[in-house]
């Protein structure tokens, strides 16, 4: 289950928003959420009524979600300068208003925030919204002369009141009625109809007749409804059911198998990258505590996240290029590029794109995720730097990165101002790195309880106090029949379960191999297996060229020399010594153009990504093949040096075999010519 679905009267934006929303003529009113957003699951219940509520308001008022979390909503969310969930943004006219939001906003305060903000933008009225300004005493005079409608309908009221809007709204998709309001400061209609209580409505007919609207309650829904079953009153043509947006497909990933006593790297590591390069990658540009604060948190990520050798160097370097950075602003389209990876160099430095959730995957969307995998990586940190820094000196390291980091970054503003209350309540007290570690524990309990129960907690993973005693019976204990904690035996247990021996890479993105040779050995993801493909090419290319400028040179094997024939698979793979002359070629020239594009390639990156150490010699290498055969390659045929012998030596057989008939013919006219003739008749 999402958040919003198609069956809900609003609508589901996604890529291709932008046009959506700026192209149209309506107001609309939208909320950008983060699925994984504890606050917005609260909120989209309200935001849903509100929906419904507002769903006759079509088209002059449209309500939109937009689900931030999605990457694929990324630059539309950046565009409208999001950065924290959930954020309503209302536009009348061509401009953009935060509206006015308050967790406990009921869904009578935002559809009056909605009217509020549709007022101030009087110039550029949407063209279906009828008006809402009050009626003056010369309108409603002459309203039938200037209109075809059957009926008038006037509400009374104060100045503060919204009914008559909300009522002039409820009714834009009904004809033969108009409706107005009028203030309770307009004496001279007030006089004429004799009002005495506000709101109150009144009916105006053609003919000049009027009466007071027969209502139980003076409120919106009895007036709407009662000018809804006017005789002549009919639904216009507009279609209410127009709401599928361009929500992204949202295919639900498969269950993964996790077991709860692992830490998963594929967590940490998907973690990282929404942290990065999504969350850290709102703001349009960084600068002041916001810079400091990431560059802090890439600094103790460098320090103590024992990730996979290309983690480790994609974080490195992002620290060292950080560094270099002394501009007091950090336009975040540079900072994107500088958070690349990169892929082609010797050492690859790699933080995987793809966010993959195993022990923090939730039963559906919009539960775990991102918080969860945030929790982890901040508890391995706090544990590891126990583990591996001096416990007296700065004690506080990583909890003072974690608090920077939810204040700056952490898009859920409500679950970053509660937490920021923990740290500013207690978190100066801490004395050691141990205690740090215990800190981070108890307030994550602490958050555990006050949400256990609660509409973010997924039911197939309670909020419990944890470690739960199944997986740490010795952290429990019972003191005069009440339950406590035993605290050393939690931080044994947080040691060892925090610990790189305790992180699993199940369903990670498998680890580039380096283009030098090093690196880990684990298997290839798909671009590494291009470069693979690619060595190995290199490798039997450079074998076939040694073979053929020096055969049988001395203390080599017997040269291999390439048949001509077409390829054949099945020859191949029974290790048969056969080249097809065309693939090889191919091939060969193939290889060296993809080398040269690589080694172009990391030209260009260099100025702009991470710089990292590369490989000269490679470069060299690949500078070489090209240099070595510049004139093979005239008009990017792409012959090899097997065609132009073949082609020179076709070129001499023919030619002699040219001269042999030229000799054979002109000797044998010359023995005719010596012959004696026969006489003619
Ligand atoms: C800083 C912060 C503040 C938040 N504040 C709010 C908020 O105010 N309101 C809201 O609705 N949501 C808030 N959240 C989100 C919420 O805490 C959960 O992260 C989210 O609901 C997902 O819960 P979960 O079941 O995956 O487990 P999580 O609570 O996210 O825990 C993740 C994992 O950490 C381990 N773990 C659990 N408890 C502990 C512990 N005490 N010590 C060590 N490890 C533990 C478990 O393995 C668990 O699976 C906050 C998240 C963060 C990071």
Redesign the pocket.
Known sequence: RELYTAADPLELLGTGAEGRLLGSPSAWAVEFFASWC??CVHFAPTWRALAHDLREWRPAVVLAAIDCADEANQQVCNDFGITGFPTLKVRACMCWARAWFHPSATVEDLRHAIITNLEQSQDAWPPSCPPLEPASTEEVRSFFQRNKDQYLALIFEKSDSFVGREVALDMLQYENVAVRRVLSSEEELVEKFGVTTFPSGYLLLRNGSFSRLPVHVEARSFYTYYLRTLSGVTRGSYKLNTTAGAANETNTPQPKRAD?SKVYMADLESALHYSLRVEAARAAALSGAQLDAFKCYVATLVKYFPGRSCVQTYLQSLDTWLRNWTEPELPRSILKEAMKNNRDASHPAVLPTNVTWV??Q?SEPH??GY??G???VF?LLTVQAAQNGPDKELPLEVLNTMRCY?RHF?G?Q???Q??EAMADESMDRVASREEAVLW???H??E??A??AG?D???PN?P?LQ?PPPDMCPQCHKEEWGVHAWDEQAVFTF?KAHFSPTNIYLDYTEAEPIPMAGEGTGTRLGTESLREEREKEEKEKEKETEEEMRAPGRPGSPEPRRPSIVRLNPRLREAGEDIVDLDSFSEQHFKSQALRAAASRRRRLSKRDTIALPRDAGEEEEAGEGVRRTPWLRVLGLGFSRLDISLCVALYFLSSMCLLGMYTFFRLRTRARKGRPGFPVA
Do not use: I, M, Q, Y
Request: with cysteine; glycine share 10%.
């Open positions: 504890g606050h709860r022990g923090c939730g539960f775990r918080p969860c945030l929790w982890t508890h939810v952490f859920c409500e679950c970053a509660h937490f981070l524990w108890s994550h309990n958050v555990n006050r949400l609660g973010t907690e997924d993973f909020k944890w947080l």
